[in-house]
Nanobody, 127 residues
Framework: EVQLVESGGGLVQPGGSLTLSCATS????????MSWVRQAPRKGPEWVST?????????DYADSVKGRFTISRDSAEHTLYLHMNSLQPEDAAVYYC???????????????????WGQGTQVTVSS
């Protein structure tokens, strides 16, 4: 059974930093692209970032977070990370990690390309 468990969310002041983690199990982590998606209150899901499978890796970011967020993965620990800097109130959301449906495929913002989601971790940005 695929399991994705996010952690690391919390309350941070504007301009602050957080690192989110997603512990995974139940699949061959290195073979699948992974992404972060967020959802703010009363808004639809927003793709944030993707990291490719394998040892490259290729990374991609939404324009809204480019230059501030960094996605990474530790294949030995089967864990996905999202390092977030210069957080702003508009970054407040529940952040989900998600796994591509198929191994060794290129995925991005189409949520139909993903088949497993964590429970999410709340990020609040407020002074």
């Amino acid at each position: 059974e695929v399991q994705l468990v996010e952690s690391g969310g919390g309350l941070v002041q504007p301009g602050g930093s957080l690192t989110l983690s997603c512990a995974t199990s139940g699949f061959t982590f290195r073979d699948f692209a992974m992404s972060w998606v967020r959802q703010a209150p009363r808004k639809g899901p927003e793709w944030v970032s993707t990291i490719s499978s394998g040892g490259g890796p290729y990374t991609d970011y939404a324009d809204s977070v480019k230059g501030r967020f960094t996605i990474s993965r530790d294949s030995a620990e089967h864990t996905l990370y999202l390092h977030m800097n210069s957080l702003q109130p508009e970054d407040a959301a529940v952040y989900y990690c998600t796994k591509a449906k198929f191994p060794r495929t290129v995925v991005r913002g189409d949520l139909n390309d993903y088949d497993s989601w964590g429970q999410g971790t709340q990020v609040t940005v407020s002074s």
